[in-house]
């Protein structure tokens, strides 16, 4: 009986060893699976060579340079100036009526736009809402560039009589009486504006009629006073707005996959129809020559035949911007910025004509491009497919001599691309939405609008 029962054990044993060593086959077949499934050969669409990957990698926005300090504006990095330009930002004092802010129409949960064609304030604009999240980035502002800094840019809309309507004096009245110790801190004595002989209220030299008599008949240091107060102003939003930047989509993380060779990754980031999209993008359709580098843009003006909204008031695009630009008591040259004149070489050189500046307009980036429909300078365009029909069959930009000084420059030829095609396009754009990138608390109202309250 003893005998048997070693035996018994012997045999117990060895059936053990062999499980074991079966199990340890097992796991060693699944290992292999698992390698050979990441070293797995890519279909067709997949392959790229080292080169290639190396031109994708340089729409990354890993290849997205540090922001470069701002020449024009000494307080365009510190903290305190973009907790106050948050505060100015979602501020409705700053209009005519104390009802309408800057986040009216750069609405966070839209991509700082506002989803609609034409922009709406005391009445609707000639220009759709652009995204100002990685605006930073760009020399020039607005779609024709008629600004050449985000600080200059703020104080357009804030004066626009279709937009917030409000008078510079005004501005400077409501830091005076709200935001006074902050502005202090930021940039020195504020002046005692709230005399109202020598500071009417309506008065700015962009209003009508009777605003601008008022502004003319200001003494000469007191319009210096609130030219500088709106100019600092200005400051503060740039301050906040260089706090908004995108933030990585799934592009970014598939280029980085094709670059570590992990195959499995590079299957389940792209699906073949996102591959086939960005091999037209950065190829026949010819996209990458303007949309290009880790923001999908060069933030340059083009022409490229986008049908006018109204035949008979022709935007003339950046051929009539740079004059303002040049023109602007708020550019880089003027006495409100901090750059020295070597400093603005963009506004030195400035082209300031010829036929290509022609209803050109700014090349958006293509970042989140799927989140900030409708589409062009005027909202012309409802969806990414009415854009992409547009470039695929593209008509010559409308001419009128009475209107225009030559016929426009035309930047485009026809893709001809089939419905297949466009639709992979389509899905390509489509995987560039990543967000923003920012702290969460740029993205909402602050707690408080008035600044002096926590001094």
């Known amino acids: 009986m003893l005998r048997s029962t070693s035996i018994y054990k012997k045999i117990k044993r060895r059936i053990f060893l062999i499980g074991l060593a079966c199990s340890g086959l097992v796991v060693a077949a699944l290992s292999w699976m698992a390698i050979a499934q990441s070293e797995q050969t890519l279909p067709e669409a997949y392959q790229f060579t080292q080169d290639e990957i190396q031109f994708l990698k340089g729409f990354t926005l890993a290849q997205l340079p540090a922001l470069k300090s701002s ?86 809309p804030i004066e626009d009589r279709k937009e917030q309507g409000a008078s510079r004096v005004k501005v400077a009245r409501v830091i005076a009486q709200s935001y006074s110790s902050v502005y202090e801190r930021l940039f020195g004595v504020l002046p005692d504006v709230n005399d109202e002989a020598r500071f009417p209220l309506e008065a700015t030299p962009l209003g009508d009629e009777v605003a601008q008599a008022l502004w003319e008949g200001m003494a000469p240091e007191d319009r210096d006073h609130i030219n500088r107060i709106f100019s600092n102003v200005g400051k503060a939003f740039e301050a906040y707005q260089r706090q908004l930047k995108p933030a990585p989509a799934n592009f970014d993380a598939f280029v980085e996959a094709l670059e570590q060779g992990d195959n499995k990754q590079v299957l389940a980031l792209y699906s073949e129809q996102e591959v086939l999209g960005m091999r037209l993008f950065m190829g026949r359709a010819n996209c990458a020559s303007c949309h290009n ?82 589409y062009m300078h005027a909202g012309q365009f409802e969806t990414l497919m009415d854009v992409i029909a547009h470039y695929n069959k593209p008509k010559p930009p409308f001419f009128d001599p009475k209107q225009q000084p030559n016929r426009p420059h035309f930047d485009i030829l026809p893709l001809r691309l089939t419905e297949e095609q466009q639709l992979q396009l389509k899905s390509f754009l489509e995987s560039l939405t990543g967000g923003i990138d920012s702290n969460p608390k740029w993205l909402s109202p602050p707690g408080s609008l008035t600044a002096d309250s926590k001094n």
């Open 293 to 374: 580098g880790p923001l999908f843009t060069n933030f340059e003006f083009h022409n490229v035949g986008i049908p006018e909204r109204d035949q008979m008031a022709v935007d003339l695009g950046r051929y009539k911007g740079v004059k303002q630009l040049a023109g602007d008591s708020f550019n880089c040259m003027s006495d409100f910025s901090d750059a020295k004149p070597e400093q603005c070489l963009e506004i030195r050189y400035l082209k300031t004509e010829g036929k290509e500046l022609v209803g050109a307009f700014k090349a958006p980036s293509l970042r989140n491009v799927a989140l900030t429909a409708p």
């Open 71 to 156: 020449d024009t504006n000494a307080v365009a990095d510190l903290p305190e100036a973009a907790e106050w330009g948050h505060q100015l930002f979602f501020d409705t004092r700053l209009s005519k009526f104390d009802h309408i802010s800057c986040a009216t129409c750069h609405q966070p949960d839209k991509y700082f736009t506002d989803g609609i064609p034409l922009a709406v304030g005391l009445a609707t604009a000639a220009r759709n809402t652009p995204t100002i999240v990685g605006a930073a980035y760009s020399h020039w502002q607005f779609w024709d560039g008629r600004k050449d800094s985000l600080w200059s840019q703020a104080l357009g």
